[in-house]
């Protein structure tokens, strides 16, 4: 974020608000202000932010970037094998494979 002129002290704040095809638009801005029920993630040493609200409907949703042939940019990817929990007043997603060898 350095790259864009801002201190370390600011975040990626992910939210979904009304609008689009679905009813529904998902938003992304530059933040240096965390609000009182905000859930609080880090990835690649980034922090991203998202309120509560956006939380429920962002819950089991991977954020990717690509920059492959068919275009550049953030995709949002519904991942159903994800656990979610609090530690330590955080929530904290880990990645779990549904994956089974013994099934076929």
Do not use: W
């Not at 201190?7 to 801005?29: A, H, N, P, W």
């Not at 859930?39 to 991977?62: A, I, P, R, W």
């Not at 550049?72 to 929530?91: D, E, H, P």
Request: hydrophobic share 35%; with cysteine; charged share 25%.
């Amino acid at each position: 974020m350095t790259s864009e002129g801002l201190d370390s002290g600011y975040f990626i704040r992910v939210s979904v608000v009304g609008g689009g095809c679905s009813g529904l638009s998902y938003k992304m801005d530059f933040d240096n202000e965390e609000q009182e029920n905000d859930q609080v993630f880090e990835s690649n040493g980034h922090k991203v932010v998202c309120d509560m609200k956006s939380f429920l409907y962002l819950c089991g949703t991977e954020l990717d970037f690509t920059d492959g042939l068919n275009g550049k940019g953030f995709q949002f990817n519904k991942v159903s094998s994800l656990i979610i929990q609090m530690r330590a007043g955080r929530v904290v997603v880990e990645r779990v494979s549904l994956y089974n060898p013994y099934l076929k």
